[in-house]
């Protein structure tokens, strides 16, 4: 076992490809759902470099913002899930492509 | 480093997972694995208290109200990822996706030195002080600092109930069973 001591910059970059991994997702995804998933997956990964540079920088700063942003999520999450849930009803085999309804 | 190691294949695989499981339910337990590792990065990071945050409410709530929505509207059939609606779709966003990557990652390796002049790092004021103090510190922070941020998160969690309850009533009758459950789920988006 090596005695290196994972650094900043390995979670910055664990979180750079969790981030880049949820991108790819919404862009390819058509399922409402697994939309909000990737959503959740960008959002763990700035998560997790807020936690990584509050504990470089000595600064708790990063850590009640990462709180807030819980919070934020589960706001939003239900919100989304409500407008979903009402959409599926009527249409129940919508796609991502299906929802252009929503403008105006 | 062993505990990094096996965190990140543990959030890798189950990003991965939710991008290529064609099977909604799959794609939301693939989610569970993630939130799991990222709870087990922040307990190496000691953020005890958000660690504890994250299964209870990532892992307890949003993934079970997920679950929920899947087997209440039966949209648990697995959707067809063979065909490709718009041709240039899929390479282009993988593009774009290693494009950001490469970006984001250029960045972080370009400010390593800023950011290793910035302290040591390993020992932080977050881990002295007895096993208790990360969540103090961030219950000073939150409630000396932050505290008129924090009634309006309140606020917005008490409109989001609301406007779910609305959205998500049927028009005409009361769908009392929506109702109640809308009721029974938010709660814990509170906690």
Known sequence: MVAVVPTTTYYLILAAVVFSIGTIGVLVRRNPLVLFMCIELMLNAVNLSFVALAKKLEDIGGQTTVFFVLVVAAAEVVVGLGIIVSILRKRPRATADDLAELKG | MFVFIVAALMILAGAVGVVVRSHPV??????????????????????????????????????????????????????????????????????????????????????????????????????????????????????????????????????????????????????????????????????
């Open chain 2, 26 to 191: 799959h794609a939301a337990l693939s989610l569970v694995l993630t939130l799991f590792g990222v709870a087990v990065l922040f307990v190496a990071q000691d953020a005890h208290f958000l660690a504890a945050v994250q299964v209870i409410v990532y892992a307890g709530a949003i993934v079970v109200l997920f679950l929920f929505v899947i087997m209440l509207l039966g949209v648990d059939r697995a959707e067809s990822l063979r065909i490709d609606p718009i041709k240039v779709q899929r390479p282009l966003a993988v593009i774009v996706g290693a494009g950001l990557c490469g970006l984001i990652v250029a960045a972080v390796i370009e400010g390593r030195d800023t950011l290793r002049a910035r302290g040591a790092g390993i020992e932080t004021a977050t881990s002295v002080d007895g096993h208790d103090s990360n969540i103090k510190q961030l219950a000073n922070d939150l409630f000396s600092n932050h505290v008129f941020a924090f009634e309006v998160t309140s606020v917005l969690l008490v409109i989001a109930v609301v406007g779910t309850v609305l959205l998500a009533r049927r028009p005409g009758k009361r769908g009392a069973a929506d109702v109640a459950d809308e009721a029974d789920v938010t709660p814990a988006g509170v906690s």
